[in-house]
C-alpha cells in the first residue's frame, strides 16, 4: 500500500525559504506525478503544483508561479517543494499526493510564516 | 482558471439520511472531476475519479454523477464515519487544477 510522509515545515519569517520532503514508499515512486496541495487556516484544499513521473514538465498555480519550485528524486523515492519568497498568507498544512487525479496523500506538515 | 462552487457550503444531517453535494464548474470539465473526503490531521481520501469511477475500498453509499459544469456526489444512507467535509476536484488540464470551497456535512 502507497505510504507517503511530507517533511521539512517549521517557522519562518516573510521572505524566507523553507524545503519540503515527501517521501515515498510501498509503490513504484518514480510511475507517478507528485502534487502539492495547501490547506490554509480555516479554509479548503488549494492545488499548488505538480511534476510528471520523471521530472519534466512541471506545472504551477499562479499565485507560487515564480516563487515555489517542485522537483522530484526517484532514486530516493523523493519529491521536494522549495519554496522561497514566503509570505504570511502561505501558511498552513502542506500536503503532497500521487497520481493524477491525487489517490494516495501523506498526512500533511506544516508550514508558518511570520514575524 | 476554471472555478468550482460547491453547494451548500454546510449541511446538516443524521445517520441515514441521503446526502446530496453539488459542484459546478465555471466552464465545461467534460467528466475530469474528482470527489474527495477530508478529516482533521489526516490527508484527503479520494473516493470518485472521472465522475463516476467509485475508488476500491469505497463504500457503494457513495455515488458521483454529472458532466460538462454540473456534477455531483451523492451518499444514500449517512454512516457515522461520513461526517467530514468534502471537496471536489477539476483537473481537465494541467495548466491548473482547482478545487471546490468545500462542503461540511455535521450533525
Known amino acids: 500500500q502507497a505510504h507517503l510522509v511530507e517533511s521539512g515545515g517549521g517557522v519562518v519569517q516573510p521572505g524566507g525559504s523553507l524545503r519540503l520532503s515527501c517521501t515515498g514508499s510501498g509503490f513504484n515512486f518514480g510511475s507517478y506525478p507528485i502534487h502539492w496541495v495547501r490547506q490554509a487556516p480555516g479554509t479548503g484544499l488549494q492545488w499548488l503544483t505538480a511534476?510528471?513521473?520523471?521530472?519534466?514538465?512541471?506545472f504551477y498555480t499562479d499565485s507560487v508561479k515564480g516563487r515555489f519550485t517542485i522537483s522530484r528524486d526517484n532514486s530516493k523515492n523523493t519529491g521536494y517543494l522549495q519554496m522561497d519568497g514566503l509570505r504570511v498568507d502561505d501558511t498552513g498544512v502542506y500536503f503532497c499526493?500521487?497520481?493524477?487525479?491525487?489517490?494516495?496523500w501523506g498526512q500533511g506538515t506544516l508550514v508558518t510564516v511570520s514575524s | 482558471d476554471i472555478q468550482l462552487t460547491q453547494s451548500p457550503s454546510t449541511l446538516a444531517a443524521s445517520v441515514g439520511d441521503k446526502v446530496t453535494i453539488t459542484c459546478r464548474a465555471s466552464q465545461s470539465v467534460d467528466d475530469w472531476v474528482a470527489w474527495y473526503q477530508h478529516k482533521p490531521g489526516k490527508g484527503p481520501k479520494r473516493l470518485i475519479y472521472r465522475s463516476t469511477a467509485l475508488d476500491g475500498r469505497v463504500p457503494s453509499r457513495f455515488s458521483g454523477s454529472g458532466s460538462g459544469t454540473e456534477f455531483t456526489l451523492t451518499i444514500s444512507s449517512l454512516q457515522p464515519d461520513d461526517f467530514a467535509t468534502y471537496y471536489c476536484?477539476?483537473?481537465?488540464?494541467?495548466?491548473?487544477?482547482?478545487f471546490g470551497q468545500g462542503t461540511k456535512v455535521e450533525l
Open positions: 476536484l477539476q483537473y481537465e488540464s494541467y495548466s491548473g487544477f482547482s
Open positions: 511534476i510528471w513521473y520523471d521530472g519534466s514538465p512541471q
Open positions: 499526493a500521487t497520481d493524477t487525479p491525487p489517490s494516495d
